[in-house]
């Protein structure tokens, strides 16, 4: 579009505002009015608005699983101190063979530490020191002290081995942070549009509803004029009763009109305010200004663009990568289970703690081996592997077809900018012939050769002209939103960055 076309679109804004709502340019400052622009209204939404609120938590609860996800690979700390006491009666021959005992009674400790944990590559390790010691009736109870210092090691060969098995579990929970994100971000630009919208259809209404003052005051007066007419002879019963009828039914229009701003009005407050009882008395002045600019690429540029940074796209790739790390998993399970099994470590013998530790180094104890486990049939991990495959399918199906919805979104978009910014022009003209044509009509009736059914005609159109001028403006900003929300740039537009920090995703204004 031109500069000429551009300066044309605005220019007709604002001279249809202050023919028909002069009151607002001077709104700034007074009680019970709030003016709002298009971009201040959309900080107010970003800092209050409720469904961003909420969505803004998710992030938040991701991160927190991934944390979770991370404590897999975290190392254990054990210990434990143990004692047992027991009695236990003797059998004739084994009374016999203690002496003549009749119970055998005996006190044992146990103290146990160490730390276990597990590798990304799937190895689990545990490294631990013992220390038994027991008296008993039979050894005047004289304390002996056994212990044990070493580490076991468990490495899967196949099944359970590598990071695409062990970290399944935090790879997706990366993956679902990521996508909380992407929901965020898109909660966040449907919100906004849906507040610019409301913006724009606000100022339509309200402009709406000074078309509707201004016509009854045009009825009102030419009702006033007839009157006098009457009185004076010069205009009969009949004109003063169609100008009566018609200021009935343009009142009734302004009442309609006067509804409607309510109602949007309550939108926009419900969508710009945490409470809304705040606003409850206020009204809300928009402001006519864009600062969204007339498109520049054209259709293969902007699909390009809005593949790279549109979050529901980027959202569904996500999906995908998730199914795939779910393949990955299943096609490891498939594998027999063999794992590599090993010990090593020393034993100690003493009449003491620390002398069942002196010289553990000479009493070797170490074993390895293979463990091997295979299901016959294995239906588990081969339907568990069919159906990650067809989800994997399935999802890249939904990431083509909203490849297909972003193609067809957006040339419908940029061709309803270009119609329109047509529709601006041709309604200033239209308003302006018509306004033309009032003039003279009116001219007309008072020289004695028009109607005032015909005054009262052409008084109609003008409105209808300015309607359908304020409408087309609103129409083609609203066409401006639709647009830049469609390739995913409609922040940038307006000055928003998102960012990433510790505590999720926030605005940088």
């Known amino acids: 579009m031109s500069d000429k076309r551009r300066s044309t679109i605005k220019t007709a804004l604002f001279v249809a505002l202050s023919f ?10 007074l009680p019970g009015r709030l003016e709002l622009t298009l971009k201040g209204g959309v900080e107010l939404v970003l800092e209050n608005n409720l469904d961003i609120t909420i969505e803004r938590i998710s992030p938040k609860i991701a991160a927190s699983q991934v944390q979770s996800q991370e404590g897999v690979f975290d190392t254990d700390l054990f210990g434990s101190f143990k004692r047992s006491d027991s009695k236990k009666p003797l059998n004739a021959s084994s009374s016999a063979a203690a002496g003549g005992l009749s119970s055998l009674k005996s006190e044992n400790y146990s103290l146990d530490a160490g730390f276990s944990g597990k590798t990304s590559l799937g190895t689990e390790f545990t490294l631990e020191v013992k220390d038994d010691w027991s008296a008993n009736t039979l050894n005047k109870f004289t304390d002996q002290y056994t212990s044990f210092s070493g580490v076991r090691v468990t490495q899967p060969l196949l099944k359970g081995f590598g990071p695409g098995s062990t970290g399944r579990q935090l790879n ?18 449907d919100t906004v549009a849906r507040y610019a919208v409301a913006h724009w259809d606000l100022l339509r209404v309200k402009e709406e509803l000074g078309v509707r003052v201004e016509s009854e005051r045009l009825a009102k007066a030419l009702l006033e004029i007839n ?18 009828a018609a200021a009935s039914s343009r009142k009734d229009d302004v009442l309609l009109a006067q509804k409607a701003v309510r109602v949007q009005e309550n939108a926009v407050k419900l969508l710009i305010s945490k409470d809304v009882y705040e606003l409850r008395d206020k009204e809300i002045v928009p402001a006519p200004e864009s600062p969204l600019r007339q498109p520049s690429s054209g259709l293969d540029e902007s699909v390009a663009r809005a593949l790279e940074v549109r979050p529901d796209y980027l959202e569904t790739r996500s999906e995908l990568q998730k199914n795939r790390i779910e393949i990955r998993y299943a096609s490891n399970q498939r594998f027999p289970k063999v794992d590599l099994e090993a010990s090593y470590g020393f034993n100690g013998l003493g009449s003491s703690l620390s002398d069942s530790f002196r010289g553990i180094d000479s009493n070797p104890d170490w074993s390895v081996g293979v463990v091997l486990r295979y299901p016959l ?3 588990i991990a ?3 592997l069919r159906a990650a495959r067809f989800s994997a399918d399935q999802a890249l199906l939904r990431l083509k077809k909203l490849e297909q919805t972003i193609i067809l979104s957006l040339d419908g978009a940029i061709k309803d900018v270009l119609a329109d910014a047509e529709r601006v022009e041709e309604a200033k003209t239209t308003t302006g ?4 044509s009032l003039s003279a009509e009116e001219k007309k009736l008072a020289a004695g050769r028009s109607t005032t059914y015909n005054v ?15 409408t087309a403006v609103a129409d083609y900003n609203k066409a401006l939103i639709g647009y830049y929300k469609e390739k995913g740039t409609l922040l940038e537009e307006l000055g928003i960055n998102l960012v990433e920090g510790d505590g999720g995703t926030e605005v940088n204004r």
């Open 382 to 384: 081969a339907g568990d």
């Open 377 to 379: 049939g294995n239906n």
């Open 433 to 436: 012939l018509t306004r033309e």
């Open 20 to 29: 028909i709502c002069p009151a607002v340019s001077g709104a700034a400052g």
């Open 456 to 470: 009262l005609q052409v008084q109609e159109d003008l409105a209808k002209a300015l309607s359908n001028e304020v």
């Open 172 to 189: 997706i929970a990366r993956k679902n942070r990521e996508i909380s994100v992407y929901r965020l971000k898109q909660k966040i630009i």
């Open 227 to 244: 009157r006098k007419k009457y009185e004076a002879g010069a205009a009969s019963l009949l004109e003063v009763t169609q100008t009566k």
